[in-house]
């Protein structure tokens, strides 16, 4: 599918410098951006998480808010004129899917859809959570399960996927030449 | 030692695809292949793992468990016609000699003697457990430690070991040209 | 800079190698060689791991212990003579830096100015500690964020970074030809 945009899948651990890895990629493109935020600003430290990262994002920036419609969140970027959006991130959309009690698997086919015909580029930040101890608590076994499955299905869909460590990018998957 | 048949370890956090790429590199080899593998069917959610597996390999699979006694495992397997093996997965197996208060480096050793004289082709799952935060569990540290160590053993000792991340493989070690 | 002399930071998981691959590039320079420890042989479980990583060592080793001020440390290595320092660990150091309520940012700002100016070849070790699951614990997500910061902030510094996965060693960032 040569005239659709690129899609770009950006992993790592917590703190591994994969926003900043992201958005350079996101800032690459023509501006307005579209910054679709799945955090929801409810609790003090994510709130003060998301001061950080918008004060650190320079003018060009327009932010959305999809905490569980992430596909109607990409919708609204591009309505609203972004030619490139930067998605931050799958691990916490997961996260509020099951706190929804929403049906995963159904999301995912919808973002993967969309990705397919994304009519401008996108790049995607996801978690690497399964590099651990296996966890003693069931619900966080099921939790790194999940994400490890949604980022494998996200980066089959990606033209390229990276992965962040120390701030720096390693190529899983590079694009077609 | 040319003339001894490869061995090609699969290591990856949970759920990042590390499964499904070594059965792939089984697969290319001509049938049948043993399945030889360490889980016990013990709780309900290992069961669950281990039917799902089953499920998606296809015909062509032989399994052999092998909890404890590896080496007889692989031995049966091949002994049974296998033209190659897939061994799923070391860090349980691990878990299974500890249990057992079994001699850790004696096994380590008995395998890696056996997969230096392979009479076919052997791929190996292992998991990474050792970057996420210290646990605070004195026996987690000592099992992420042993299966680190366990981890380094069996890479040194084959041919080829690739790193599955997002369901993409990353060659860490690649075969002697 | 090209009249300064190399930095190389080696991170990975618990037991991923990274120590022996740190230890075996400063062993590539002449001796005598300088080991910056930053552990504090407070509990048993520690002080047997600094016996262990001693006894590995070889001749040619001179050890100083700096938990707390790690220039301070450096400089007292090169001041002894080393022609090249190895300092096991950065993730070590920053707890014992939180544990003393030290200024995590000043100290890290004056380990990349020494950096900047080492007048003889540095490897240094961290810690891949966020990729796992999200801990529970508020303190133990404070540590690993600031653990990835320190990582960020050094490998920017460094020449080279060296990812260590199962005793291999992935290259993350090549030191200019």
């Known amino acids: 599918m040569a005239s659709m945009a690129s899609v770009v899948l950006v992993t790592g651990g917590a703190r591994s410098g994969k926003s900043r890895i992201a958005e350079a ?3 690459a493109q023509p501006a307005p951006w579209g ?4 955090a929801e600003a409810g609790d003090g430290e994510m709130a003060e998480r998301i001061r ?33 959006c930067l998605v931050d991130c799958l691990t916490l959309w997961l996260s509020n ?11 995912a086919d919808g973002l993967c859809r969309w990705l397919a015909e994304a009519p401008v580029p996108v790049v995607l930040v996801t978690n690497e959570v399964g590099a651990g101890i ?5 619900l966080a076994r099921a939790f790194r399960d999940e994400a490890g499955r949604l980022n494998q299905r996200v980066a089959a869909a990606a033209d390229e996927v990276i992965l962040a460590v120390a701030g720096l990018p390693l190529t899983l998957k590079a694009p077609a030449g």
Chains 1, 2, 3 share one sequence.
Request: proline content about 2%; aromatic content about 4%.
């Open 97 to 107: 899917l099951l706190h929804a009690e929403a049906d995963v698997d159904a999301a």
């Open 25 to 27: 990629r996101v800032e």
């Open 52 to 84: 950080h990262h918008r004060a650190r994002r320079g003018a060009g920036w327009q932010t959305v808010e999809a905490s569980l419609d992430l596909v109607a969140g990409l919708d609204a970027a591009v309505a609203a004129g972004a030619r490139a």
């Open 35 to 38: 910054y679709v935020a799945t």
């Open 134 to 138: 296996v966890p003693l608590n069931a």
